[in-house]
């Protein structure tokens, strides 16, 4: 009875580690893989501004992107080192 009994807790903690292994650790890899990418989205457009220009050519600039529009995304903190860019 006590063989029986060890054979079905064998069993049922090979079921367990089976299934963490296959399936409950591939989905927390890839909630964290999704929350990382989500932070550095979140990073990226804290640290930007977005240049635009509204029907009658007034240059803006602002911190949300404008809707239907054609817009450049600045960086609020600046590259280390000189970037030199003519067609600004």
Do not use: F, N
Not at 3 to 22: D, E, G, K, R, S
Not at 40 to 63: K, N
Request: net charge positive; proline share 5%.
């Amino acid at each position: 009875m006590k063989a029986l009994a060890a054979l079905v807790a064998a069993v049922l903690l090979a079921v367990a580690a089976w299934w963490w292994l296959t399936i409950e650790m591939p989905r927390r890899a890839q909630e964290r893989a999704v929350a990382a990418r989500a932070a550095a989205i979140a990073a990226e457009r804290a640290d930007s501004l977005y240049r635009w220009r509204d029907d009658a050519g007034v240059l803006h600039v602002t911190d949300t992107p404008p809707k239907g529009r054609r817009y450049e995304r600045i960086r609020k903190t600046p590259k280390d080192g000189i970037e030199v860019d003519g067609a600004r």
